[in-house]
């Protein structure tokens, strides 16, 4: 007999193998004010209150413990990278990344592993991540510096192309030194466009595609919470397995603040004077506040595609092997209106190689293993005039570019487009960048 639920799973998945086009635009709309970002779908009344005072909360300056007629939105730090959502995702957007050698600019944060212990391991002195300002009376944790070393090399055609391989500077640590093996993970603020669409993608779909792959060994991020084993689909390394887990996280990680669900900051056992720092109230980052943040979060619109496209760009996009892990289409469910969205990817965790890898404090190339990037939203960046910062920490100046530091599973597919002449390379980026 046929199970009717597997059948549309795999008939929606076959569907989602074909290339979208931006006419394929659920989800999607017209950002004509970036300070005023759309949500997705029409909202009842309840509902657009609830995206609207999550967009306030977004755009809250937290202040420091104690602070007169703070209205709840105190408790910031003691150590942390930034005092609003919106000082690293600017409106939904991704973050701008360095422009040269320079300290690391707010939305590039250093977060902390390990090489061989689980996942979800800091640094045993300064947690899970490096914070650059501190609250007075304390002093941050650390600086950081980005510098970059310009690589060269050749198309098949001649043609010379150039890229920046970054070298990350920390000093002035104030709780001594980092652990010689901990691990360096550099990790730009990513776009927020879609999130709630891409909550909406069954889990038994991301397991499917990776049965059904080829050519390519991406893995699901199974991820283990509260007992339970989850599927972890956002992060630059599929971490979290909600927009709220997401939101929690950078909450205490990045902000200092406590939640109901992470009640604490990431001061250490060996960060005594911080963790004896007054706080906002327990929780500080009240529930009613973190439902209404992840509320615009969750219906946030991802912003329009160009409306002209070079015509053969979805084909090439095919032919160099793009889209067996940028897949245009994918599954959804209890979402009105739509049974397949456009995001570019496979929310499944690849190799892309040790140019990409992250490395030790002592510069050893760890295997790490990237999710998927959603490409959709990108044309937001090149209509704002911005410069690019694409890939994991920001090094890619270019779609150009963040293709040619693909390795490791997507190496085929590199390699074709290296081989394309100087227009069709032309033709795909530009398809991309109108994405």
């Known amino acids: 007999t046929c199970d009717p639920v597997k059948w549309?799973?795999?008939?929606?998945?076959?569907?989602?193998?074909?290339?979208?086009?931006?006419?394929?635009?659920?989800?999607?709309?017209e950002f004509a004010d970036r300070r005023d970002p759309p949500p997705y779908t029409a909202l009842n009344a309840a509902q657009r209150e609830a995206y609207e005072f999550g967009h306030a909360i977004f755009n809250t300056q937290w202040v420091i413990a104690g602070t007169p007629r703070a209205g709840r939105r105190d408790g910031l730090g003691p150590l942390f990278n930034a005092a609003t959502c919106d000082g690293c995702h600017n409106e939904g957007a991704r973050a701008q990344g360095a422009s040269g050698d320079e300290p690391a600019p707010i939305g590039l944060v250093v977060q902390l592993g390990s090489p061989t212990a689980q996942f979800?391991?800091?640094?045993?002195?300064?947690?899970?991540?490096?914070?650059?300002?501190?609250?007075?009376?304390?002093?941050?944790?650390?600086?950081?510096?980005?510098?970059?070393?310009?690589?060269?090399?050749?198309?098949?055609?001649g043609a010379a192309w150039t890229l920046r391989a970054p070298r990350i500077e920390i000093d002035a640590l104030a709780y001594g030194a980092l652990a010689r093996d901990t691990l360096i993970k550099p990790r730009l603020a990513s776009a927020l466009f879609g999130v709630g669409l891409l909550?909406?993608?069954?889990?038994?779909?991301?397991?499917?595609?990776?049965?059904?792959?080829?050519?390519?060994?991406?893995?699901?991020?199974?991820?283990?919470?509260?007992?339970?084993?989850?599927?972890?689909?956002?992060?630059?390394?599929?971490?979290?397995?909600?927009?709220?887990?997401?939101?929690?996280?950078?909450?205490?990680?990045?902000?200092?603040?406590g939640s109901t669900q992470i009640p604490h900051d990431d001061c250490t056992a060996a960060q005594s004077e911080c963790r004896k720092a007054a706080?906002?109230?327990?929780?500080?980052?009240?529930?009613?506040?973190?439902a209404a943040l992840v509320s615009f979060q969750q219906w946030l619109a991802v912003p329009a595609a160009s409306a002209s496209q070079p015509q053969d760009g979805?084909?090439?996009?095919?032919?160099t092997g793009c889209a067996a892990c940028h897949r245009p289409q994918l599954p959804v469910e209890n979402i009105v209106g739509a049974e397949m969205i456009a995001p570019y990817t496979d929310l499944l965790l690849h190799d892309l190689g040790a140019g990409l890898a992250d490395r030790t404090l002592g510069g050893k190339p760890v295997t790490s293993r990237w999710r998927t990037a959603p490409l959709w939203g990108l044309n937001h960046v090149r209509r704002s005039g911005r410069a690019w910062a694409l890939l994991h920490d920001g090094r890619a100046r270019s779609v150009e570019e963040a293709v040619l530091w693909h390795d490791g599973e997507a190496a085929a597919a590199r390699r074709r487009f290296e081989k394309l002449d100087a227009s069709r390379r032309q033709r795909l980026s530009s398809w991309?960048?109108?994405l």
Not at 314 to 319: M, P, R
């Open 432 to 434: 991309v960048e109108g």
């Open 120 to 157: 979800d391991v800091g640094d045993p002195v300064y947690g899970h991540v490096l914070n650059t300002s501190a609250i007075e009376g304390y002093a941050p944790e650390a600086r950081v510096r980005m510098r970059y070393i310009e690589r060269a090399g050749r198309y098949a055609d």
């Open 314 to 319: 979805a084909a090439l996009f095919v032919a």
């Open 8 to 29: 549309r799973l795999a008939a929606l998945l076959w569907a989602g193998a074909s290339v979208a086009t931006a006419a394929d635009g659920f989800g999607r709309a």
């Open 279 to 290: 706080d906002g109230g327990k929780p500080e980052a009240t529930d009613e506040f973190l």
């Open 199 to 257: 909550q909406a993608v069954p889990d038994a779909a991301i397991v499917e595609i990776a049965r059904r792959q080829a050519g390519v060994e991406g893995q699901v991020a199974w991820r283990e919470v509260n007992g339970l084993q989850r599927v972890g689909r956002f992060g630059w390394q599929a971490d979290a397995v909600s927009i709220e887990d997401q939101t929690t996280r950078a909450f205490s990680r990045e902000m200092g603040l």
